[in-house]
């Protein structure tokens, strides 16, 4: 004991270990003004409510794939015409695109030794594409496709007969006559 303070001389370090203790103990008691951070019930219903109104309005596009078929259709119809002007070109003789409601085919003149009877009204020879398929397709079920067309190609490229605007649902083929340029919009 020390005779001044009246205490052991091991005090100081038990003080440390009661200081100690108590804040370990303090952090570890919440006192009953703490409130948990988090959401509560109404700020999570609200939430639920808004995504259910945005998937209500934003979900039935997603599902109607009648526009996706549509574009795509488009999209191959241009590019249907673009292999036929290709083809045209690189030939020499010209090639008929013949596009209805219930799909599409391509036709070359028929031949005349080894050069095409540009004059001759008869399509004899299928345009085949590269894999060797005919060029042809139809439509999917669900895609609209207005009116038909018959597009002749010459040697050039250029449209020599036939319409130069098709519609497939709200999408429009714009084809230049003069040059054959195709374009989707």
């Keep these: 004991m020390n005779a001044k303070s009246g205490a052991r001389l091991g005090a100081a370090p038990q003080q440390e270990l009661a200081s100690m203790t108590s804040a370990i103990a303090a952090t ?20 639920i409510v808004i995504l259910a109104i945005v998937a209500a309005i934003a979900g039935p596009r997603f599902l109607d794939s009648r526009p996706f078929e549509e574009r795509g259709y488009a999209d191959e119809l241009a590019s249907a015409v673009r292999y036929a ?4 070109v690189a030939s020499g003789c010209n090639v008929r695109l013949t596009i209805a409601a219930s799909g599409y085919a391509a036709m070359q003149q028929a031949a005349s030794g080894n050069a095409c009877d540009s004059a001759s009204s008869v ?15 139809s439509p999917p079920s669900s895609a609209n496709v207005s009116g038909s067309a018959t597009l002749v190609f010459d040697n050039k490229g250029a449209v020599i007969s036939g319409a130069t605007n098709l519609t497939v649902g709200a999408y429009a083929l714009i084809l230049d006559a003069a040059s054959g340029f195709v374009e989707v919009r």
């Design 28 to 47: 570890l008691v919440r006192p009953l003004n703490f409130r948990l951070r988090g959401y509560t019930l109404v700020e999570l219903v609200a939430v």
């Design 85 to 88: 002007q290709k083809i045209a």
């Design 123 to 137: 399509w004899t020879t299928t345009v085949r594409r590269p894999d060797g398929d005919a060029l042809a397709g």
